[in-house]
């Protein structure tokens, strides 16, 4: 089975901190993404990357960014957190890079709290 | 108007019931997907379909295409069932993934 890993489940900051949220998947995949759940807004793609050191915008990509250095860990960075960035935080994979139907794979989220 | 609209938001089933959890999408897709998302927060994937009609035990999972619609059915529902159940479209042209914003469901014994 895929597994993939977040770094934290619960997590509580200061505004202003730089934040770092880290996901680890053992499978090889080649897609790794960061989305983040808010009530009544469903989903929503923040950044995406389909190799390593390769990373695309997603719908709100504002105040993150990402890095992948190693293709089994994906990391997203909150360069000063704010309160509007307080939300559920969940990472997924997925093999082949593109026009693909397989399935994503989600880590068990990262619950993050700005104060 | 969102691309992808769930109904109901809310669903409260007395256990043994038969569940269906609608969804309609706006946009034109590459696959449909079901997902499952528990009170911990973790996601799994239920089901991904293009066409037809999919089973997984109780679970079974329909599209059609041309109405832009697809139904996840629970046949006799039970409490361990309770979720929120998320669709999700892949968008044929940017191949990114859709989601509606869940239905939360709950069955009680």
């Known amino acids: 089975d895929v597994k993939v890993t977040q770094s934290s489940r619960y997590l509580v900051k200061r505004t202003g901190e730089k934040v770092f949220l880290e996901c680890v998947q053992d499978m090889d995949h080649e897609n790794m993404f960061w989305y983040r759940q808010d009530p009544g807004l469903g989903l929503r793609l923040i950044y995406f990357?389909?190799?390593?050191?390769?990373?695309e915008k997603g719908d709100i990509p504002e105040g993150y960014s990402v890095s992948r250095e190693k293709k089994e860990r994906f990391s997203l960075i909150l360069e000063s957190a704010s309160t509007n960035q307080t939300s559920m935080y969940l990472c997924?994979?997925?093999?082949?890079?593109?026009?693909?139907?397989?399935?994503?794979?989600f880590g068990d989220g990262t619950r993050l709290s700005i104060l | 108007k969102n691309e992808v609209e769930q109904s109901p938001q809310n669903l409260t089933a007395q256990e043994g019931e038969f569940i269906t959890i609608n969804c309609s999408y706006s946009v034109g897709i590459s696959a449909l997907h079901w997902l499952q998302q528990h009170p911990g927060g973790g996601i799994v994937s239920l089901f991904m379909?293009?066409?037809g009609k999919k089973k997984h035990g109780r679970l079974i999972a329909t599209i059609n295409i041309q109405e832009k619609h697809s139904s996840l059915h629970i046949t006799a529902s039970h409490p361990r069932d309770s979720a929120v159940y998320i669709c999700?479209?892949?968008?044929?042209?940017?191949?990114?993934?859709?989601f509606g914003t869940g239905t939360r469901l709950q069955v009680f014994p």
């Open positions: 379909l293009s066409s």
């Open positions: 990357s389909y190799d390593v050191k390769m990373k």
């Open positions: 997924a994979s997925s093999t082949v890079r593109q026009y693909s139907n397989q399935p994503q794979h």
């Open positions: 999700a479209v892949r968008h044929y042209n940017t191949d990114k993934l859709i």
